[in-house]
């Protein structure tokens, strides 16, 4: 309970102060009065007047609102009374699933994007296929001269009917004890030799006439009509439509936190379609460059026809809470303890906001879970969150409840 002398003290106080707001709207009053009678200086004059009175509103509601402080200081009674409630809006906390994904880039690669090259030397005689063309397996590509193989091949037959029918002779004369083993026996190395001769030659043959290794399409033709190829020369780059996957840099701050099988979300923005997919390999070596390791995800059999290199955007989640608290990341602030939210204690239609310091756990995109500080049921500010301070009356309006 207050002593008599410093309840007069107080008073003498209040009095002071408003006698200061009085003398103050007086010459509100004055200049207001002295802005309503006639300017003999006409318009300008007019103009002038009232700019130098609105320097002097200014001033006495900045000085007004100085001596409310004072008083609210000395009587918190007066303070309470005059204190305006902030208009706001307000968001209720959520309590539920949060979970925490990775988003990387990464491309579609092929298994059978390859560059197919000449098996053996000569002028091509034929392209059979152009860019674009969808082929299947074992379908011709790109032909190369022959003529050399082909006479060697003849004149290897006609040797080979010779050793033949030599080897026949000398089988025959050999089981009725005639000549010796040794002349049955270079007969038939001779007519042996010049099999394996001819078998490779037609397989020389067969590999200037240069097919399709799988079914697919034709990307690029990297040689001419006439021009020479040799063995290694690049004829034709194909792409398969089948065993593909896609292909991805993690930073090496995610190791251990994926596994194979775990699930994943892919979009191709190109596209924009989603599919879902799965880890189907995890690098076991750090680049050193870039400090990155390789991950490599499933990519299934899709209507939409998918190329290789075709940008993908990976999304790998790495954190699950079935139960956690949950509330937009914008609202969260900062001061000299930690990050702090305010809570609003309503009162019907009007509450007083609170601040509450959290412990702020994991953030995806807009959302962040609380992991201390809230329950999950309370109501937070929203718009105006930053004009509010503990313990200030607000009004709430348009709630989202």
């Not at 560059?115 to 011709?140: D, F, P, W, Y």
Request: one cysteine or more; a neutral charge; charged letters at 30%.
């Amino acid at each position: 309970m207050k002593k008599p002398l410093e309840n007069s003290q107080n008073n003498r106080e209040i009095s002071t102060i408003m006698k200061t707001l009085i003398k103050l709207n007086i010459w509100s009053v004055i200049f207001l009065l002295m802005a309503a009678c006639g300017d003999p200086n006409g318009l300008e004059g007019k103009k002038d007047e009232l700019k130098k009175l609105r320097g002097k509103q200014q001033e006495i509601k900045q000085q007004i609102e100085s001596l409310e402080k004072e008083i609210a200081k000395i009587d918190p009674e007066f303070g309470k009374a005059n204190r305006k409630s902030t208009l706001v809006t307000a968001l209720p906390a959520k309590q539920g699933l949060f979970e925490h994904f990775v988003e990387v880039s990464g491309s579609v690669v092929s298994n059978k994007n390859v560059l197919i090259s000449a098996e053996s030397m000569g002028r091509v005689t034929q392209v059979r296929v152009a860019e674009g063309m969808n082929v299947s397996k074992n379908q011709v590509l790109v032909s190369i001269d022959t003529e050399i193989f082909e006479k060697q091949l003849k004149d290897l037959e006609t040797q080979y009917e010779l050793a033949s029918t030599l080897f026949d002779r000398q089988a025959r004369l050999w089981e009725k004890n005639i000549g010796t083993e040794m002349q049955l026996l270079e007969s038939k190395t001779r007519k042996e030799s010049l099999e394996t001769q001819i078998a490779n030659l037609k397989i020389q043959i067969e590999r200037a006439h240069v097919k399709a290794p799988f079914a697919g399409t034709v990307e690029k033709v990297l040689t001419r009509l006439g021009e020479m190829a040799s063995n290694g020369t690049p004829l034709v780059r194909m792409v398969g439509n089948s065993d593909m996957y896609i292909e991805a840099d993690l930073s090496e701050a995610y190791v251990g936190r994926f596994k194979r099988g775990d699930g994943v979300l892919v979009h191709f923005p190109a596209i924009d379609m989603s599919i879902e997919s799965k880890v189907r390999s995890i690098g076991q070596v750090i680049n050193e460059n870039n400090r990155t390791f390789r991950i490599e995800a499933e990519l299934p059999r899709v209507e939409a026809t998918l190329k290789p290199n075709l940008i993908a955007i990976l999304r790998l989640r790495d954190y699950r809470h079935e139960n956690a608290v949950i509330i937009p990341t914008n609202l969260i602030q900062k001061d000299n303890i930690g990050d702090y939210v305010f809570i609003i204690n309503t009162e019907g239609e009007e509450g007083t906001a609170t601040k509450i310091h959290i412990q702020r756990g994991n953030t995806y995109r807009s959302e962040t879970e609380v992991l201390e500080g809230l329950q999950g049921n309370e109501l937070l500010v929203n718009d105006g969150y930053r004009e509010v301070i503990d313990g200030m009356k607000v009004s709430i309006v348009d709630a989202k409840l």
